[in-house]
Nanobody, 124 residues
Framework: QVQLVESGGGLVQAGDSLSLSCAAS????????LGWFRQAPGKEREFVAA????????LYAESVKGRFTISRDNAKNMLYLQMNSLKPVDTAVYYC?????????????????WGQGSQVTVSS
């Protein structure tokens, strides 16, 4: 079981950068595949990025590829999402998620544990 807590959200302007962090607790963190998802008002939760247990494999949604970078520090039990060149369409609640398997995955149903979410708002 992994417990997840996001931080780092806020209000920024279009073109700005923002970094999200996700602190994890639980003995299995280093063995878990991890991901970031987001949900805008009135929309379904959508995949943003995923990273394998070692960090050696990453996966991104087309909408964020080249702008967002996912990373992890297993020694600190931390997951990160660096977001650059933010756009108003990136406005959403961002969730970190963990799965029991060590590989990347892009659908919410493949994840077992979720954080409470962190609001990111990008103004035009």
């Amino acid at each position: 079981q992994v417990q997840l807590v996001e931080s780092g959200g806020g209000l920024v302007q279009a073109g700005d950068s923002l970094s999200l962090s996700c602190a994890a607790s639980g003995v299995s963190f280093s063995l878990c595949g991890l991901g970031w998802f987001r949900q805008a008002p009135g929309k379904e939760r959508e995949f943003v990025a995923a990273i394998s247990w070692s960090g050696g494999s990453t996966l991104y949604a087309e909408s964020v590829k080249g702008r967002f970078t996912i990373s992890r520090d297993n020694a600190k039990n931390m997951l990160y999402l660096q977001m650059n060149s933010l756009k108003p369409v990136d406005t959403a609640v961002y969730y970190c998620a963990a799965r029991r398997l060590p590989t990347v995955a892009a659908t919410a149903k493949e994840y077992d544990n979720w954080g409470q979410g962190s609001q990111v708002t990008v103004s035009s």
